[in-house]
Nanobody, 126 residues
Framework: QVQVEESGGGLVQAGDTLRLSCAFSGRPFSSYGMAWFRQTPGKEREFVAAVSRSAGRPIYADSVKDRFAISRDNAKNTVHLQMNSLKPEDTAIYYC???????????????????WGQGTQVTVSS
């Protein structure tokens, strides 16, 4: 049974940095594409960033490109999201997601991911 668990959220000020981590367990980590999504009350879950099984070229939402960086460590079964220059509009619950059969064209869609963590709250004050 695959499990993913996020950590690292918190309350920060605009312009600060924060690093989220996602611990993966239960199956061979290198067989799963990984992604981060975020959600605010009343809105759909929004794609943030994704990294392929081979840690190839990451994909980012336009809203976070050049500020956020996703990385994975296949030896430690972890994925990180480094968030720099945080803005109040980045405030959300951040979710880590895993997919065993994702293809490139599906990367930005929440429905393409099989497994989800409980989420970690990120709050950015102005």
């Amino acid at each position: 049974q695959v499990q993913v668990e996020e950590s690292g959220g918190g309350l920060v000020q605009a312009g600060d940095t924060l690093r989220l981590s996602c611990a993966f367990s239960g199956r061979p980590f290198s067989s799963y594409g990984m992604a981060w999504f975020r959600q605010t009350p009343g809105k759909e879950r929004e794609f943030v960033a994704a990294v392929s099984r081979s840690a190839g070229r990451p994909i980012y939402a336009d809203s976070v490109k050049d500020r956020f960086a996703i990385s994975r460590d296949n030896a430690k079964n972890t994925v990180h999201l480094q968030m720099n220059s945080l803005k109040p509009e980045d405030t959300a619950i951040y979710y880590c997601a895993a997919s065993s059969g994702i293809i490139l064209s599906q990367t930005r869609y929440a429905s393409a991911y099989n497994y989800w963590g409980q989420g970690t709250q990120v709050t950015v004050s102005s």
